[in-house]
């Protein structure tokens, strides 16, 4: 709940500097942030579950307040499929890093392959 409302938060301050910036142009469409806890995206998209939330109302409330404005969407995610998560979280198998990165930035797996080098040390400490 707290990244969500963050974001929205952000949001909010760029959508701002886009829509100055281009002369009112731009930064008039709904963005939609893609969350992958489901309590916050059920809470930001329904009224009658701030009940149980009484501890974050003021957050649940302002992304509610987001939603109704049309200025944002919030879209449940697999935890699994969140591109977010490569850069967030321990990913062991490099083919997995690889299929996130591809996701973000809407590449195919194979742009991103990694040497594997031998030293981690400066080539002008080797020579002798």
Same mark, same amino acid.
């Given at each position: 709940?707290?990244?969500? #409302?963050?974001?929205?938060? %952000?949001?909010? =301050?760029?959508?701002?500097?886009?829509?100055?910036?281009?002369?009112?142009?731009?930064?008039?469409?709904? %963005?939609?942030?893609?969350?992958?806890?489901?309590?916050? %995206?059920?809470?930001?998209?329904?009224?009658? =579950?701030?009940?149980?939330?009484? $501890?974050?109302?003021?957050?649940?409330?302002?992304?509610?307040?987001?939603?109704?404005?049309?200025? %944002?969407?919030?879209?449940?995610?697999?935890?699994?499929?969140?591109?977010?998560?490569?850069?967030?979280?321990?990913?062991?198998?490099?083919?997995?890093?690889?299929?996130?990165?591809?996701?973000? $930035?809407?590449?195919?797996?194979?742009?991103?392959?990694? #040497?594997?080098?031998? =030293?981690?040390?400066?080539?002008?400490?080797?020579?002798?």
């Amino acid at each position: 709940m707290f990244a969500a #409302s963050v974001a929205g938060a %952000v949001l909010v =301050s760029v959508t701002s500097v886009l829509t100055f910036v281009s002369f009112g142009v731009l930064g008039h469409q709904t %963005v939609r942030i893609w969350c992958d806890n489901e309590a916050a %995206v059920m809470a930001a998209n329904d009224a009658s =579950s701030i009940k149980r939330l009484a $501890y974050i109302a003021r957050r649940v409330r302002f992304l509610q307040e987001l939603v109704t404005r049309k200025i %944002v969407v919030l879209l449940n995610i697999d935890g699994k499929q969140n591109p977010a998560d490569a850069l967030t979280k321990h990913i062991e198998p490099k083919a997995t890093f690889r299929d996130y990165m591809a996701r973000l $930035y809407n590449a195919t797996a194979s742009l991103f392959r990694f #040497s594997h080098t031998t =030293s981690m040390a400066h080539p002008a400490e080797n020579s002798d």
